[in-house]
Nanobody
């Protein structure tokens, strides 16, 4: 089992920045690829960003390219999502997720076995 706990959400004005953290425990963190997803009210959960076990491969949804950066620190068992130039449409609950590392760049929710509880991000206009 992998336990994931997100933090760092909050209220920010449009154009601002936030950094989300995802602290993992329970298993060897570097055995897992990580993803960030988000879910706005009334919408399905959607892919935001992916990072492989080493941090050497990342992938982003088109709507965050150039604004968000995913990273990880395996020594700290933590993944991050740096979010810059935030827009009101980025308002959502953000979730981190983990899957056993392999060669696949996973963008589907069903590809991840472990999920955090989510952290709310609200961007005001």
């Amino acid at each position: 089992q992998v336990q994931l706990v997100e933090s760092g959400g909050g209220l920010v004005q449009a154009g601002g920045s936030l950094r989300l953290s995802c602290a993992a425990s329970g298993r060897t963190f570097s055995d897992y690829a990580m993803g960030w997803f988000r879910q706005a009210p009334g919408k399905e959960r959607e892919f935001v960003a992916y990072i492989n076990w080493s941090g050497g491969i990342t992938h982003y949804a088109d709507f965050v390219k150039g604004r968000f950066t995913i990273s990880r620190d395996n020594a700290k068992n933590t993944a991050y999502l740096q979010m810059n130039t935030l827009k009101p449409e980025d308002t959502a609950v953000y979730y981190c997720a983990a899957r056993r590392a392999d060669s696949m760049v996973a963008v589907r929710t069903t590809s991840y076995a472990y999920w955090g509880q989510g952290t709310q991000v609200t961007v005001s206009s």
